[in-house]
Every structure is written in C-alpha cells, then in structure tokens.
C-alpha cells in the first residue's frame, strides 16, 4: 500500500527566504506526482505536475523534482512572499490503481512579513 | 478557477436525512472524482468515474452513493450517516485519469 509522508509538518519563515518541502512515499512505480495548494477551507490547486520519467518541473518561482527510485521529491520556493502561505500537498498517482491520488498529510507554510 | 463548481459549499444534515452534493465541470473532462478530507487525515479518494463508468470505489460505505448522469455532473447521495462523516468533500475531474486533476471548492459537511 503507498504511503506519503511529507516534513516537516509545518514551517514558517520570514518573506524573501528561499525553501524547501519534502515529500517521500513508499512504493516507487508511481506514473506522476502532483503539488498542490490548498488555501484554508478551500479546494487545492494544482501547482506542477511531474511525470514519472521527468527530474523536474518549473513554474515561476516554483521548482520541484523527483528521484523516484529514492521515492523523493521536493518543492522549492525562492523568495518567498506572504501570499504563498497556504498548505503544501503532495500526492502520487499510483500503478496499480485507476486514476487514484495518495496524499501526504501536507505542510503548512507561514511567510510572515 | 471556476472549472469545477461545488453545491451546496455547506450543509448540516441530521443522521436520519437524505440530501445530495452537486459537483459540475466545465473543462470537457473525461475524468471526475470524489474526495474527503478530514482534520488530522490526509485526503482520502472515494470515487473515480471515467466517461461516466465507475472505474473506483475506495472501500466507501453504501451509505454514499455516486451518480455520473454525464460526463459534466457528478453527485454524491446521503443517507442515514455517522457524525463521524463529518468532512470537506472535494470533487475534481482530469482530461484522462492521469492527467492532472482540478479542483472544486468543497462542500463543508456536519452531520449532528
């Protein structure tokens, strides 16, 4: 059964620090591995989304990689403002399972001014 | 991101009621899904259905059941359930079951 673990559970730092979340599961034939966002009380949204054959994926100040033999990835995000504060979801899609999305339990990020 | 619209966004219902949550999107998905997330518990997938067949069932109790009329709507029916339901149910939908997945905002569930 995949298992997601994600640390550390909570982070906060001051605007304009550079950071990284961690993400590691357990069984690595994953087809993809997805970063989410969540705002409190809301849906997420998605961030990047890295396939299984791909090291890594850019988006803005967002960076995240894979090394799926580990069963790692990690979300980087330089110069952090307060408006990324929000909780960090990773999630893998599995082999063995249609469609299905196994979820870490998050990080929450503070960046405080 | 208004491709995926959740109704009601809040609903208390008593053990003994029946009532239903909407999910409907806009994107041209393929793909829909129903998630719960409870405090302290990662999110938890309930049900998949591609191309309006129920491709999942994640262990769900029968007290929930999907319907797919279409590929565009999505519902979830309730009956008779536990306080412990009590949870932000999500709904996504995907072009293709690995693609990735939208969100909608949540519908806030307490069951007294």
């Known amino acids: 059964k995949q298992e997601v673990t994600q640390i550390p559970a909570a982070l906060s730092v001051p605007e304009g620090e550079n950071l990284v979340l961690n993400c590691s599961f357990t069984d690595s034939a994953i087809y993809n591995l997805q970063w989410f966002r969540q705002d409190p009380g809301k849906g997420l949204t998605s961030l990047l989304l890295i396939q299984s054959s791909q090291r890594e994926q850019t988006s803005g100040r967002l960076n995240a990689s894979l090394d799926k033999s580990s069963g790692r990835s990690t979300l980087y995000i330089a110069a952090s403002q307060p408006g990324d504060s929000a909780t960090y979801l990773c999630?893998?899609?599995?082999?063995?399972?249609?469609?299905?999305?196994?979820f870490g339990q998050g990080t929450i990020l503070t960046v405080h001014p | 991101e208004t491709g995926v619209t959740q109704t009601p966004r809040h609903l208390v219902m008593g053990m003994t009621n029946k009532k239903s949550l909407k999910c409907e999107q806009h994107l041209g998905h393929n793909a829909m899904y129903w998630y719960k997330q409870s405090a302290k518990k990662p999110l938890e997938l309930m049900f998949v259905y591609s191309l309006e067949e129920r491709v999942e069932n994640n262990s769900v109790p029968s007290r929930f059941s999907p319907e797919c009329p279409n590929s565009s709507h999505l519902f979830l029916h309730l009956h008779t359930l536990q306080p412990e339901d009590s949870a932000l149910y999500l709904c996504?939908?995907?072009?293709?079951?690995?693609?990735?997945?939208?969100f909608g905002p949540g519908t806030r569930l307490t069951v007294l």
């Open positions: 996504a939908s995907s072009p293709g079951a690995l693609d990735r997945q939208y």
């Open positions: 999630a893998v899609a599995g082999g063995t399972s249609y469609g299905k999305l196994t």
